[in-house]
């Protein structure tokens, strides 16, 4: 099993709509979440952390998580055209390195 | 807040040279910093923790001898890519925990496009 799944992409919204990216891992130990988001042909950038249970708001960003299930997630509001980028999940890890999930390329349609 | 400067951002060797980008925090001290590489449309594969003062740990299927990391200062790690060949070509980028923000929280460098000829 991948230590980091995501739902495979590449996933179209249309502009105004709401973007669901979700996220599995296999490391039950991971207590912290990450969402990066990578614009193309640039380096990642932290946009949302999660440490508990529930959602997290942040702007027009929510997180979910779910431990149990082993399940985050990452909602995207009133999608805009600049949106459009890889997103990219990092459950934190029990040992000291971060991995990286395959990443959902999203495209928000004008 | 906290920046990471990586030197340079585009390089074109010829096959067979070696190849050397530098990754710097500017504001901050970095004991640890992480290299990935990054095929077209693939994700970040992390390829080595470089740790300040010893040797690198690296990561099952890279090659220690031909990527060489150095960190060698709180402030500055490289990686050179020796003898390199097409299929090293790839978007290397470097980073480092953000301070004072959870142990998976990183800062990036902006990265540094490799082309091998």
């Known amino acids: 099993q991948k230590e980091v799944e995501q739902n495979s992409g590449p996933l179209s919204v249309p502009e105004g709509a709401i973007a669901s990216l979700n996220c599995t891992y296999s490391?039950?130990?991971?207590?912290?979440f990450f969402w990066y988001r990578q614009y193309s042909g640039k380096s990642p950038e932290l946009i949302m952390s999660?440490?508990?249970?529930g959602d997290k708001e942040d702007g027009r960003f929510t997180a979910q998580l779910n431990k149990a299930s082993q399940y985050v997630s990452l909602l995207i509001r009133d999608s805009q055209p600049s949106d459009s980028a890889t997103y990219l999940c990092a459950p934190g890890t029990s040992y000291d390195k971060v991995i990286f999930g395959p990443g959902t390329s999203l495209s928000v349609i004008p | 807040g906290a920046v990471v400067s990586q030197h340079p951002s585009w390089v074109i060797c010829k096959s067979g040279t070696s190849v050397k980008i530098e990754c710097r925090s500017l504001d901050f001290q970095a004991t640890t910093m992480f290299w990935y590489r990054q095929f077209p449309k693939k994700s970040l594969m992390l390829m080595a923790t470089s740790n300040e003062g010893s040797k690198a740990t690296y990561e099952q299927g890279v090659e220690k001898d031909k990527f060489l990391i150095n960190h060698a200062s709180l402030t500055l790690s490289t990686l050179t890519v020796t003898s390199a060949h097409p299929e090293d070509s790839s978007f290397y980028i470097c980073?480092?925990?953000?301070?004072?923000?959870?142990?998976?929280?990183?800062?990036f460098g902006a990265g540094s496009r490799l082309t091998v000829l």
């Open positions: 490391d039950r130990g991971s207590q912290s």
């Open positions: 980073s480092a925990r953000t301070p004072n923000s959870g142990a998976n929280v990183l800062t």
């Open positions: 999660i440490y508990s249970n």
